[in-house]
């Protein structure tokens, strides 16, 4: 099983800021990475897919970069609605497994 | 629209069984592999299991293998989790999940409300 490991837990940072969140997985998983972002009582949201491909209505400011075992999420400038949670997802094996989570918040 | 409406939760005991149902519109049902995911209260995201458009080929996570069985209706659009011998460890919310393309699984762009299944005595 490939274990995604995403850090960090929790990120405090202000609107405006420039956020960056980071996965790792245990092996290889080539592009194979997604990231959701989820808000309490709500389903995930897919933001971006194969590492770097955003989904349908998924602003600019987000974006994905990385392959192999080191990826990357950012946001360039946060907006109020972007504080959640987010989860990076890889589908290159079976099973299909999700990192822990991290949390940004406001600051 | 697509649209992803699960039903079926509720309060079991430990060693239960319940059926959850994922009733699917908006979309050609049979093209789509479909899969489970739940989210234990407070906690992150697991991925439990998919089917193939065709049904043909299904796959469960280590943690529910031989204790759940995922299938699917093409007559009535509905994706089905049958789960048997239930643990604490299963409560969580359900979600049916239908990936952005049909030749890719494990791409989730659609998401149900979920359903809550509780195991306690």
């Known amino acids: 099983e490939i274990v995604l490991t995403q850090s960090p837990a929790t990120l405090s940072l202000s609107p405006g800021e420039r956020a960056t969140l980071s996965c790792r997985a245990s092996q290889g998983v080539s592009s194979y990475l997604a990231w959701y972002q989820q808000k309490p009582g709500q389903a995930p949201r897919l933001l971006i897919y194969d590492a770097s491909n955003r989904a349908t209505g998924i602003p600019a400011r987000f974006s994905g970069s990385g392959s192999g075992t080191d990826f990357t999420l950012t946001i360039s400038s946060l907006e109020p609605e972007d504080f959640a949670v987010y989860y990076c997802q890889q589908r290159s094996n079976w099973p299909i497994t999700f990192g822990q989570g991290t949390r940004l918040e406001i600051k | 629209e697509v649209q992803l409406l699960e039903s079926g939760g509720g309060l079991v005991q430990p060693g239960g069984s319940l059926r959850v149902s994922c009733a699917a519109s908006?979309?050609?049902?049979?093209?789509?592999?479909l899969s489970w995911v739940r989210q234990a209260p407070g906690k992150g995201l697991e991925w439990v299991s998919s089917i193939s458009s065709s049904g043909g080929n299904t796959y469960y996570a280590d943690s529910v293998k031989g204790r759940f069985t995922i299938s699917r209706d093409i007559s009535r659009n509905t994706l089905y989790l049958q789960m048997n011998s239930l643990r604490a460890e299963d409560t969580a919310v359900y979600y049916c999940a239908k990936p952005v393309m049909t030749a890719v699984a494990a791409i989730f762009d659609y998401w149900g409300q979920g359903t809550l299944v509780t195991v306690s005595s």
């Open positions: 908006g979309f050609t049902f049979s093209t789509y592999a």
